[in-house]
């Protein structure tokens, strides 16, 4: 099955700094790729998505770029808030019907320093 | 428009006993996922409906099972608790856009 790492698992970024957190996966079949963040206490939101026919995109401060060659993908986030603080969790999906099944990387802790 | 919702918000039991946990998703969406996030851990797939039907299920033993009611909502039951079952127990809905999860809160299982 489909296996995602998520690097670093802890990251501290100066307010104002850019955050970059990488994950790669392991089936090249896998073609759908959310990003999802969850603040303390909450429930996990999706923040961007990408598919496997376009190699980045954009929503205002978060970007999300995508290798095919290599199995990576990565979430960009500049001029960091502390609002941003949260951890972040990159996923992948393999195109059966669908995406019935997301298999989620272990999540990156991100604290934004005032 | 309601979003997700799920019951209970904690549930305490002790080792042996069943949980049943409760999920209801966004209206006019007919997948439901159900994904364990122990402390400090990530999101682990567990199983997912789709018009009633279980279509695919993570790695997880069978006491771990479910089901969907027609009218969308899902059940989740543990049986025989085991103490590392306690966890964070999320379900979510698929929205019309293939791929994005509407989340619930979750419901906090603890077991003693």
């Known amino acids: 099955g489909e296996n995602v790492e998520q690097h670093p698992s802890t990251l501290s970024v100066q307010e104002g700094d850019s955050a970059v957190i990488k994950c790669t996966y392991s089936d090249s079949a896998s073609n759908y790729f959310p990003w999802y963040k969850q603040e303390l206490g909450k429930r996990p939101q999706l923040i961007i998505d990408?598919?496997?026919?376009?190699g980045e995109k954009k929503d205002q401060r978060i970007a999300v770029t995508l290798n095919k060659t290599a199995k990576h993908f990565s979430l960009h986030i500049t001029e960091t808030q502390p609002e941003d603080s949260a951890v972040y969790f990159c996923a992948a999906s393999l195109p059966n019907f669908g995406n019935e099944k997301l298999t989620f990387g272990t999540g990156t802790r991100l604290t934004i320093i005032p | 428009e309601a979003g997700v919702t799920q019951s209970p918000t904690h549930l305490i039991k002790t080792r042996g006993q069943q949980a049943t946990l409760r999920c209801s998703p966004i209206?006019?969406?007919?997948?439901v996922y159900w994904y364990q996030q122990a402390l400090g851990l990530g999101l682990q797939f567990l199983l997912w409906y789709d018009e009633g039907e279980e279509r695919n299920r993570g790695n997880f033993p069978p006491r771990f099972s479910g089901r969907q009611f027609p009218n969308y909502s899902s059940e989740l039951n543990v049986n025989a608790l085991e103490l590392e079952d306690s966890a964070l127990y999320l379900c979510?809905?698929?929205?019309?856009?293939?791929?994005?999860?509407?989340f619930g809160p979750g419901t906090r299982l603890t077991v003693t």
């Open positions: 990408i598919r496997s026919n376009v």
């Open positions: 209206s006019g969406h007919t997948s």
């Open positions: 979510a809905g698929l929205a019309g856009g293939p791929g994005e999860q509407y």
